[in-house]
């Protein structure tokens, strides 16, 4: 059986993922292993809900600070839910979430990647695709997909 040493969490502030956290805090006590708390800025997202690009694509550097804060706010609060006797540090990246995750992992060379599910439906899975589908087809680990 093998032993997880290293597990890897994508958050973005969801209940699926704060399951996928609770799971992975529990798996890292029984294995003594460290997570790292991954949260991925997807920037276009990011900057279309908010609405402030000017042209030409530029990116106003208070915009920017902002989405990075939010982030970070994000990784902060999943970081907080973790025992204190398991060893976790936090990861802001900026990209897109199925690439990042993916890149990430194996770069990083963790053994599992624990993380959330949207709860796609099989159709809406099909037609818009989906995160945790991709990071589970394209992985170099295991992955635990949290619903």
């Known amino acids: 059986m093998p032993k997880f040493q ?3 969490v994508p958050v973005d ?3 699926n993922s704060e399951r996928a956290l609770s799971y992975a805090a529990y798996l890292a006590l029984q294995c003594s292993a460290s997570i790292g708390v991954l949260h991925v800025v997807n920037l276009s997202s990011a900057v279309a809900a908010i609405g402030h690009v000017g042209t030409g694509g530029y990116i106003p550097d208070r915009v920017l600070d902002d989405i990075q804060e939010a982030g970070q706010s994000v990784i902060d609060e999943a970081l907080k839910k973790i025992p204190p006797e398991v060893e976790a540090k936090g990861f802001l ?3 897109s979430p199925k690439d990042i995750v993916v890149t990430f992992c194996a770069e990083k060379k963790y053994d599992v990647v624990i993380m959330g599910s949207r709860g ?3 159709i809406e899975q099909l037609v ?3 995160v945790s589908s991709y990071v589970l087809y394209h992985s170099n680990c295991p992955v635990m997909v949290v619903k």
């Open 13 to 15: 502030g969801s209940v």
């Open 128 to 130: 818009l695709g989906s």
């Open 93 to 95: 990246e900026i990209g």
């Open 6 to 8: 290293t597990i890897l």
């Open 120 to 122: 796609l439906g099989t």
